[in-house]
């Protein structure tokens, strides 16, 4: 008989197919994950999560917490150590961290060893399946949001409750700024806490390997709830909307109250002028901070995410960068460059973003926008130029090379040529910076390092190189200090705005930039199209931007123990895997090639003459 003969004609056996075609423990799980859990599993998560830290880190912060508050009640059968491992295995076997899904971990789903490895084979079940997921479902709700009330520097008076536009402003209005300050920072320890041991999981000799160089970006996490407030008018307010007929506003219901607006992906033009139309979504955005290779083109260690955080975008990105740098120091780790895209660098507050990390030591490395190119304020009568400053004596036709390639003026190749010459009347540094920040800057044409030859210095010193160097033609009438002294004391906030530390638009600098922005987005995608599909809000189902960043903690986590696996397995191989040039890098695809010579397009095709051809 198969499963689907008939006792009597038209009339099905029930029974048979249902203990044939589906097990119990399907059905208890209501068909997620049904899959044994040995006694391997949990201890091999369990040391993941001890080699954290956090787990007394919680215990510290929940007794901050409860100190003058009496305890009351049975002690709870699981505790936070076995929560937090429930969660490692889960994302160790891709499975979404679902409250339903760390219940069937504790209810059906462990072997009796790894059950006694939890210390949980004291705990009878009823036998009744409803009340026993019943129960597990509460243990674990309790346990996982006591975690996450600990870090939540957003709290709501309910998570699951919709809010008006009255009631959102009273709510953000009692909230305590010295207890968000207090969360913020554990719930941003905890997460780069859980990253370092990602890192700290490679062998020493791999860890060795990374110089220091970090990329940082934001990318988008759509909240698990979009509905969104109203639009805000020119003072910043949110828009109410009435009953013409009543005079009562239209509530505008709102879960996720901490979430932005965003621009996620434009549809095709709308007129002939290339305007879009945006789609707007309802997000919260994550900061990650991401190792790239110390030397562009090789592969010495994964690049991992070793700080991260979670925010509200367009709020206070500098420092969330500059907090980011400040844990990596933290743990002591170097950072030997910064690389940022046009959304960050001269884009940004320079007290809240530049000065912080100059005091710090981090050199950047960054692009400009259309505005931010060519000669800008100087000091001492040197001119600064895209990141550095210059004799006032350089040819203008140097000074202006980016401002002439953007235009179409002049191709390619003559830009690079410019830019390579450029260098030879850039200023230099006698010494490094001392406490304050304060650098004394020397003329290229002055000292044993001179690289170039100026009527204003004619005494050549006899140290200095033999190579043949420019000659300045066009010396200042009027010269100015930097022209008068042997050196300039450029204090730290002069064109701290568009300083960086490598030569803009020079091979070494693009090789490090396109490098180090393809890493970080390629991470992006890694983590958003891998089995922790990021961008997939039904995957993270807790509310609030608290519990959003647990569960962002616990997919970055994921995703870089994947990577060290696979850098792991790929280091193994008897025969090393062979990397290939990318065709998008090869024939000048990539968004990061900069300045690729501009064509001249035409919609038919033109007739060359023979002399054209060639």
């Known amino acids: 008989m198969t499963a689907f003969s008939t006792v009597e004609a038209g009339e099905a056996d029930d029974e048979y ?53 009496r305890g009351g009640g049975r002690p709870s059968v699981l505790s936070n150590r076995d929560v937090l491992t429930a969660c490692f295995l889960l994302i160790g076997e891709g499975s979404p961290i679902w409250i339903t899904e760390l219940a069937n971990i504790f209810w059906f789903r462990l072997t009796d060893e790894a059950r006694q490895e939890f210390g949980l084979s004291h705990i009878v079940t009823t036998g009744v399946d409803e009340r026993d997921f019943r129960d597990w479902y509460a243990r674990v709700w309790r346990v996982l949001h006591r975690i996450i009330d600990l870090m939540d520097a957003w709290p709501m008076p309910a998570r699951n409750k919709l809010l008006d536009r009255e009631q959102r402003e009273q709510v953000m209005s009692l909230r305590d700024k010295n207890i968000y300050r207090l969360k913020r ?25 990374w110089g220091g160089a970090v990329s940082i970006d934001q990318t988008v996490i759509t909240a698990p709830s979009q509905k969104g407030r109203r639009k805000r008018d020119k003072q910043g307010r949110e828009t109410a909307l009435w009953n013409a007929k009543t005079g009562d506003e239209i509530p505008k219901w709102v879960l996720e109250i901490d979430a932005e607006y965003y621009p996620v992906k434009s549809s095709k033009p709308r007129d002939s002028d290339g305007a879009v139309d945006t789609d707007y979504q309802w997000v919260y955005v994550a900061n990650l901070a991401v190792q790239t290779q110390e030397v562009p083109g090789t592969a010495l260690h994964p690049q991992l995410v070793i700080s991260a955080s979670l925010s509200t975008p367009n709020k206070d990105i500098g ?19 910064l690389t940022t895209d046009r959304g960050y660098g001269p884009n940004l507050d320079v007290d809240n973003f530049h000065i912080p990390l100059k005091v710090m030591g981090i050199p950047l490395v960054m692009d400009y926008d259309k505005n931010q190119k060519g000669v800008k304020k100087g000091w001492g009568g040197a001119l600064q130029v895209e990141g550095a400053h210059y004799c006032p004596a350089t040819p203008e036709n140097l000074l202006s090379a980016t401002v002439d390639i953007d235009e179409g003026s002049i191709d390619y190749t003559t830009y690079a040529e410019r830019i390579d010459e450029r260098r030879a009347y850039k200023l230099r540094a006698k010494e490094r910076p001392d406490y304050d920040g304060h650098v004394p800057m020397v003329c290229p044409a ?23 160097k420019p000659t300045v033609t066009d010396a200042p009438e009027f010269p ?36 180090d922005r393809n890493s970080v987005e390629s991470y992006n995608g890694y983590i958003k199209l891998g089995p922790e599909q990021l961008d997939d809000a039904s995957k993270r189902r807790l509310r609030g931007m608290a519990a959003q960043q647990f569960l962002l903690t616990m997919l970055l986590v994921s995703a870089n123990l994947r990577k060290v696996a696979r850098f792991l397995r790929d280091e193994g191989r008897e025969t090393p895997k062979k990397v290939y040039p990318r065709r998008r890098d090869t024939e000048h695809m990539s968004r990061y090639v900069r300045w690729r010579e501009k064509i001249e397009t035409t919609t038919k095709k033109p007739e060359l003459t023979a002399e054209a051809r060639t």
């Not at 799980?29 to 949990?42: H, L, N």
């Not at 420092?319 to 460059?337: F, L, T, W």
């Open 446 to 468: 002055h000292g044993a390092g001179a690289t170039l030859l100026c009527p204003l210095k004619p005494e050549i010193h006899p140290k200095a190189s033999k190579k043949m």
């Open 185 to 209: 920072e554990r719930g941003n320890w905890f997460t780069d806490a859980m990253l370092e041991m990602t890192f700290q999981s490679l062998p020493r000799r791999i860890r060795r390997e």
């Open 17 to 69: 197919a249902f203990g044939s075609l589906f097990a119990t423990d399907e059905i208890r799980g209501g068909g997620g994950r049904r899959s044994k859990i040995t006694r391997e599993d949990v201890e091999l998560a369990g040391r993941r999560v001890d080699a954290s830290g956090v787990v007394p880190k919680l215990q510290e912060w929940w007794d901050e917490d409860t100190k003058d508050k």
């Open 480 to 515: 100015d200090t930097i022209c008068k002294q042997t050196s300039v004391d450029f204090p730290p906030e002069v064109g701290i705005k568009f300083e960086q530390s490598m030569h803009y638009a020079s091979p070494e600098w693009a090789a490090v930039y396109s490098h």
């Open 319 to 337: 420092g969330e960068v500059v907090r980011a740098m400040q844990s990596i120091r933290d743990r002591g780790h170097n950072i030997s460059r």
